[in-house]
């Protein structure tokens, strides 16, 4: 499974880091300095004078110890620090650019076997497993206010991560599916996971990780199995932010046989009112 973010917006992230740049630069320059003007004082005769500039030497290389030292805290803990005073702004209009509709409308003569039968929503809110917790590596404490548009589940996505074709019902045999969502608001480096779960109630794919420099933009979540892995039934994929559960979307899959021609023509032969 993957997850994928495009975007394209100078950020906070990106500040820091020529911010911390600039510091090292400066901080080089500082300590060549330095060493030029002890490399003179060794070579003056007079003790006093020699020792007054070696010591002025030994003040700029230590300036430039000090600039290493904010560069490093800047580093680790600038970005979190700025966070905390100047959340990200929203940058895009989350507006779902489409509406997932099931495949099937749904007749009143018609009946769903039992193999078809919806799996109840489970009631609970969704919450990660010790397994998973102890894969996180974020070290940026998540935005909980940022924004996921409803997953949106197809067979495949374009360049731009909208989904091809998307739907709500899946026909045997499957490979991959997509499921493709927009986001804003988002921290870079904090942590996220993206979890699918079967008709089972099995966790068959997920993943969780830092996230990109990206605060708003587009992105995916893939699960790809082998065909007889995928089961008929009711599927669900879970979101979370940190371990805060943000959004969650559902599919089915059917066989080609619960799908098909029988079902079409018991469906075409109901009489009209």
């Not at 300095?33 to 003056?44: A, D, F, L, V």
């Not at 929503?121 to 996180?136: D, K, M, Q």
């Not at 089972?200 to 790809?224: F, K, M």
Request: contains cysteine; negative net charge.
């Amino acid at each position: 499974m993957d997850i994928s973010i495009t975007f394209t917006e100078l950020d906070i992230h990106t500040t820091v880091i020529a911010v911390i740049f600039f510091i090292i630069l400066t901080g080089i320059l500082i300590l060549i300095h330095g060493r030029r003007i002890i490399r003179y004082g060794t070579q003056i005769t007079y003790y006093q004078k020699r020792r007054k500039i070696v010591q002025r030497g030994w003040i700029f290389i230590l300036l430039a110890l000090v600039f290493g030292i904010i560069a490093a805290v800047i580093g680790q803990y600038g970005e979190e620090m700025i966070y905390r005073v100047y959340p990200p702004s929203q940058t895009t209009t989350l507006t779902p650019t489409i509406t997932v509709t099931p495949t099937i409308t749904a007749i009143p003569t018609f009946t769903l076997t039992p193999s078809l039968t919806i799996t109840p929503a489970i009631s609970s809110t969704p919450s990660l497993s010790n397994e998973i917790l102890s894969e996180f590596s974020g070290v940026i404490t998540p935005n909980y206010e940022a924004l996921f548009s409803p997953l949106v589940f197809a067979f495949s996505i374009d360049e731009g991560f909208q989904p091809v074709e998307p739907g709500y019902e899946f026909e045997q045999p499957i490979r991959e599916i997509f499921a493709s969502f927009s986001f804003d608001q988002m921290r870079p480096r904090s942590q996220w996971t993206a979890i699918w779960i079967n008709p089972d109630r099995e966790i068959i794919c997920h993943e969780t990780s830092s996230w990109g420099e990206y605060t708003g933009g587009y992105g995916y979540s893939q699960c790809e199995l082998s065909e007889d892995e995928w089961i008929i039934g009711e599927y669900e994929v879970q979101f979370f932010l940190g371990e805060t559960w943000k959004t969650s979307g559902r599919f089915v899959v059917n066989s080609y046989d619960e799908m098909g021609e029988d079902q079409l023509d018991e469906v075409t032969d109901t009489p009209s009112p």
